[in-house]
């Protein structure tokens, strides 16, 4: 059963940073792909950003574009997610979500899900 578990939420000011991370489970890691997305109170979830297996491919929500980068080490079979320029905006709980070996931004294409850490950017 492969385990996901995000740590570095918290409070931060806003124009402040937090680098999130997510420790994964399991020996397939490396060759998945791996998303973060966010769920701010009474809206969706919606996709944040995503990287391939091997780290050539990367995709950011438009909000996010400039701001934030996702990175992985699969070595350590983890993956990043550094935001830099908070707003209040980003406020929610980020989830860190395991795809398929088949890159894709799709919600639905990816099956096991971290418990979420909360970020909140105060003005």
């Known amino acids: 059963q492969v385990q996901l578990v995000e740590s570095g939420g918290g409070l931060v000011q806003a124009g402040g940073s937090l680098r999130l991370s997510c420790v994964a489970s399991g020996r397939t890691f490396s060759v998945v792909t791996m998303g973060w997305f966010r769920q701010a109170p009474g809206k969706e979830r919606e996709f944040v950003a995503a990287i391939s297996w091997g780290g050539g491919s990367t995709n950011y929500a438009d909000s996010v574009k400039g701001r934030f980068t996702i990175s992985r080490d699969n070595a350590k079979n983890t993956v990043y997610l550094q935001m830099n320029s908070l707003k209040p905006e980003d406020t929610a709980v980020y989830y860190c979500?395991?795809?398929?070996?088949?890159?894709?931004?799709?919600?639905?294409?990816?099956?096991?899900w971290g418990q979420g850490t909360q970020v909140t950017v105060s003005s």
């Open positions: 979500a395991r795809g398929s070996q088949y890159y894709t931004t799709n919600l639905a294409s990816f099956g096991a």
